[in-house]
């Protein structure tokens, strides 16, 4: 193996798709996905078990191009393919990474979605029909009202709250710690809710928003409520929980200005991950001006 090649194989792939075991279940689906497909592709090239050089990669980044794949897809495709060539150089398996200098095409950044003021007072108005509801409510509230991350919410335990203080510890990522403030409306939806937990709680039930069975909800369980909760409002289907982040975000940005404050509460570690709300401010501020301004009217 010459200084510039890797090798590909599977056991090698399977080696490498263990040692991610620390990362989310997501990076590594998505890792194993496009690693799949670059052995297929190897091997129509007649490469499966051979040296893999900076050419092969090239041509099948090409391919993926022509075969229609985003800008996105590329990005994350090269990505995992680097950290394989990596994990090969890290424990001498080769002298260097085939993938250095290669360049995936430049990915455009994609605003969040979110909800209009008046829409997210239209969710949490929603009168709660029985205790899974009420439940619903309290995780609704919650998530808006301190910008939790979905693995935030379903995270938490009963004694993460001091609902007499009006905060919550919450853990994010990288295990980091932060303490948040509960607005007066999530904090009498979840005392609501805390009325309603003991009918579902056993003895070793240790999460605060419990499922039927008294076990701690996971995020699909919670991403599949809110969507059918916005169906029966007839609201956007594709309503999400991270939607709701967004929005506590967007809107105390656009009422506060404060975008230091902002990515405390979000527990971001880098300002620049914060950044982006200032983008979709300032999309709100055009918005009014198209809408308000005499001479935008005209424009067409």
């Not at 200084?3 to 620390?22: C, D, G, I, P, Y």
């Not at 495709?77 to 150089?89: D, I, K, M």
Request: charge should be positive; proline fraction near 4%.
């Amino acid at each position: 193996m010459n200084a510039q090649t890797a090798r590909l194989s599977r056991e090698l792939l399977n080696r490498f798709l263990l040692s991610l075991a620390a990362n989310s279940p997501h990076t590594v689906a998505a890792y194993t996905r496009d690693l799949g497909k670059f052995a297929e592709f190897c091997a129509l090239e007649g490469e499966a078990v051979q040296e893999i050089d900076s050419f092969l990669i090239r041509s099948w980044l090409a391919h993926l191009h022509w075969a229609g794949a985003a800008p996105r897809s590329i990005a994350r495709a090269l990505s995992a393919l680097r950290g394989f060539c990596e994990y090969q150089c890290r424990y001498g398996m080769a002298l260097a990474n085939p993938t250095e200098g290669l360049h995936a095409p430049k990915v455009g950044r994609r605003l969040p979605s979110l909800l209009e003021v008046d829409q997210a007072t239209r969710l949490m108005q929603h009168e709660p029909a029985n205790a899974l509801e009420i439940r619903d409510l309290a995780m609704w509230e919650l998530t808006y009202s301190c910008g939790l991350r979905v693995s935030e919410l379903v995270g938490l335990n009963p004694e993460a709250l001091d609902l007499p203080a009006g905060e919550i510890r919450v853990l994010g990522k990288g295990r980091k710690e932060r303490v948040l403030p509960v607005g007066v409306p999530a904090i009498a939806a979840v005392r609501r809710w805390l009325a309603e937990r003991v009918r579902f709680a056993k003895p070793e039930s240790v999460a605060l928003f419990l499922n039927q069975r008294g076990g701690r909800l996971t995020t699909r369980q919670v991403q599949l409520r809110l969507k059918a909760w916005a169906q029966r409002l007839g609201m956007d289907s594709n309503l999400h929980p991270h939607m709701l982040r967004h929005s506590f975000a967007s809107h105390l940005l656009e009422s506060s200005g404060d975008l230091r404050a902002v990515q405390e509460l979000l527990g971001h570690s880098n300002i620049r991950t914060t950044q982006i709300y200032t983008h979709l401010d300032f999309q709100h501020l055009a918005k009014v001006y198209d809408q308000a301004h005499p001479r935008a009217r005209k424009r067409s």
